[in-house]
């Protein structure tokens, strides 16, 4: 069935993936969630024509094998529903798979614009299974700082693009517990991923896994 009523309400979802859902592509992770939200029975709105899609937009594609705390969904609904977090959040992980987890859901003004144009930066947490002693890694960290330029080159499609990466990292400390904290550039200013980092820093032969845990939006 075909829905052509128009936007009556928009929802925000914050959720986070781990687990398995760490290897979910970002075209899966929409089709997870237009399942859950069937199953939990919300009136979501789709679009129009012959091959209809759920009207719902994951603001920031995460690598793979990435878990994250701050992801975010919007959903468009053809009818609207009363908000009660504790109890719709409940609702949705019910029928959620393992390792989706949902830490805000919040109603939109119908007038704001996509997220996705307004989300600049990412923090990640990067964990070293390997031991790194860190020393060693502020060394990385301060070699890395200190660089004018990273150039890298990308050939997709047969054509090949030089890119630099240094104005995409925004910056990067060693916390409390010796995980290395990246600040990247995301979205319309450019890209930049946690395995790009670590192979420019020259720890790529250590193992260690990242997860995202803020991201930056430009004021409403």
Known sequence: MTHVSPVVQRLRITFGKSGPLKYTSNLDMAKIWERVLRR???PILYT???NTRPRIQLAMPLPLGITSEC???DIALRESIEIDAAMLTASLLRVAPHGLSIHAIDDVDLR???VQSRIISAEYRIHFVDP???GVLQERIADILLRKTIVVEKVRKRKRSVMDL???IIGLRIDETGDLIAHLSVGERGNMRPDQLIEAMGL???HHHAHRFKLHLLPK
Do not use: V
Request: no cysteine.
């Open 40 to 42: 939990a029975g919300l």
């Open 48 to 50: 129009r024509g012959f």
């Open 71 to 73: 992801e975010i969904l």
């Open 112 to 114: 704001e614009g996509t």
């Open 132 to 134: 790194l002693e860190a």
């Open 166 to 168: 240094r104005p995409l």
């Open 204 to 206: 790529a032969d250590y």
